[in-house]
Every structure is written in C-alpha cells, then in structure tokens.
C-alpha cells in the first residue's frame, strides 16, 4: 500500500528498538536506509540484516558539529535525503526540585535541539525538491506530563510544537512536518520491568497491553508515504487509547 | 550590465516569475517582487550554487534587494 521505492530516509536511534524497527518497515517498503545512532556494532548488525540499501552512520547527537555534519553524510551515502526521522532520544530521570541543569540540559541538547539542527540540515535539499517528509518522535509525556520527567517531557512538548512551526513555513514547498508519539512501548528499556510493574501501567491503557515498535513504525510508513501529503503539522498518538488526544 | 547582474536577475526571474524589467537595483524581493520569506532564502541557496560561493545567514539576511544581492556576490567572488 504504502511504496518508497527510490526514497531515502535517515532515521536517528536507529540502534534503539523503535528506531531499528522504523527504518526496518521503510526499507521493506523499499526505501534505501541511513541508520544513525551512536553504537555502531547494533546499527552495522542491522545493516547486514536488512541487505543492500542500508548504510550506517554513527553520531553522537550530543556533538552539534557531528549534528551538523550528518546530514551531508547521509545525502552523500544515498544521494539526498527524502524522509527524515528524529527517534533518538534519551532520559535523565530526576524529581523536578533534584533537577540539576546538566540534566536539564543534556536531554534538551539531544532530544530538542538535534532534533532542530537536523531538520535545518535536510530541510535545504527538500526545498530543492520541493518533497520532502519529516517526522519527529515526541512521547505521551509531552502531551500529559509524567513525573520525574519535567526534562523529557519538556523536550518532547517542544518538538511538537518546533514541528508545527516549521510545517507552517515549509509547507508550501511539498514537505511535510509531523510528530508521533507514542505510549508505552514494549522495548529492551520495559523489558526490565518486573511482572508486577507491568501489570500497573496495562490496567492503565485501555488496550490492556503496550504497544509494540511495529506500531510505531506503522505510523512512521504512513507519515512518510505520498498517501500522507495533505497530513502535515500534526501528532499521531499511538498508545492504545492511554490518553485520547 | 555586468555578467553577475544578468546571472542573479536570471535566478530572480525565474524563481519569481516577474517580468525582467521588474528586477531593477532597489527591487526589493519581498515588498516589490513579490517574495515571501521562504523565497529570499531559496534565492539565497540559488545564489550561493550559481556563483560556487557560501552566504552566511547573517550576510543573507542583509541581502534585501536586487542590488544587495549583485553587490554582494562581487564582493564575495
């Protein structure tokens, strides 16, 4: 249904578990891959599992030059970049009067502001060619607030709203801007929780279950597809009805 | 007219769709060529590819007019 034979998409996090399953679903749709994050083993383990159309591209989100530079890299690796996804993402947990600024800080730089330099960096050659699509994973807590979280969820709420900014400006030129965010994921990171634990967040989710990094990357196909053209400045919540926004 | 005048009013032309007459020394792109603020940054990118150089966003916003543009491009080749 959804075909991105001949597009190029670069996805950061894509060492994670929802980042590695996005650029799994873009590429068995046919896109060609550029897989960002900083461990290199789990993105070149990737890479020879998905084939050919798949390039790794290691960089530390918390290094604006390194930012800056990816970019140029992965348009030169596959020729330009058509889609562009923003998964990675890190926390630093801590209740908000405990809060030091380097926490703060640390989750901004990455989450937000990377998120903002890479968008600039691609945003040129998709003017050029007047398509070009842009999704930016935010979370739940950006929308709802969660405690132990006022950095995270910041970064995540920001991301929102730089998206529809920037959808606005850049909409007339074919591109589209769009955030996701997803619920509760079933990932290595809820892996660790024990049974019991599990159990408080699913009587939570009106599904009765987390989601899993296939639905996720489900909706990310769909933002990136010619089929969501006219779907720009907008959050797509996927979280099995835990907050119906 | 100096080659670097014609080659940027080419550019303006083109990307405006103004008629050539229109694209005089203190045209403005926005107030009277009808340019929004997205347009100015592509004519900059369209610069920059034509004359092979690189326009910093502070030196790019400085670049109003018609003229800006022609004058700045000499300084900067």
Redesign the interface.
């Known amino acids: 249904m959804f075909d991105l034979t001949g597009k190029n998409a670069l996805i950061t996090g894509a060492s994670g578990g929802i980042g590695g399953e996005i650029a799994k679903t873009l590429h068995a749709a046919g896109a060609t891959v550029g897989l960002s994050g900083t461990r290199v083993e789990p993105l070149e383990a990737l890479a020879a599992e998905l084939g050919g159309r798949a390039h790794v591209l290691p960089c530390n989100l918390s290094d604006a030059e390194a930012v800056d530079a990816l970019p140029k890299q992965a348009a030169e690796a596959m020729g330009s970049v058509d889609i562009l996804v923003n998964n990675a993402g890190i926390t630093r947990d801590q209740v908000f009067m405990r809060m030091k600024d380097d926490e703060w800080a640390d989750v901004i730089n990455v989450n937000l502001t990377s998120t903002m330099r890479l968008c600039k960096g691609v945003i040129r050659g998709m003017m050029k060619a007047r398509s070009g699509r842009i999704i930016n994973v935010s979370s739940i807590v950006g929308a709802t607030g969660n405690p132990g979280q006022a950095n995270y969820a910041a970064s995540k709420a920001g991301m929102v709203g730089m998206s529809k900014s920037i959808a606005y400006e850049v909409a007339s030129r074919g591109i589209t801007v769009n955030c996701i965010a997803p619920g509760f994921i079933a990932t290595a990171m809820t892996d660790k929780l024990t049974d019991d634990q599990k159990d408080k967040i699913n009587v939570q989710i009106p599904a009765g279950r987390m989601g899993t990094p296939a639905e996720i990357a489900a909706a990310a196909l769909y933002l990136a597809s010619d089929g969501a053209a006219y779907v720009t400045g907008t959050t797509l919540h996927v979280n099995g009805g835990m907050a119906m926004l | 007219m100096s080659d670097v005048a014609d080659r940027v009013r080419k550019i303006v032309v083109e990307h405006l769709g103004v008629e050539e007459d229109k694209v005089v020394e203190g045209a403005s792109f926005i107030d009277d060529l009808g340019a929004d603020s ?1 347009d100015t ?2 004519l900059v ?1 369209a610069f920059e590819e034509e004359f092979g150089i690189e326009i910093p966003d502070d030196a790019a916003e400085t670049i109003q007019s018609f003229g800006d543009a022609v004058k700045f491009i000499k300084e900067a080749s």
Do not use: D, F, K, R
Request: net charge negative.
């Open positions: 997205l940054v592509e990118m």
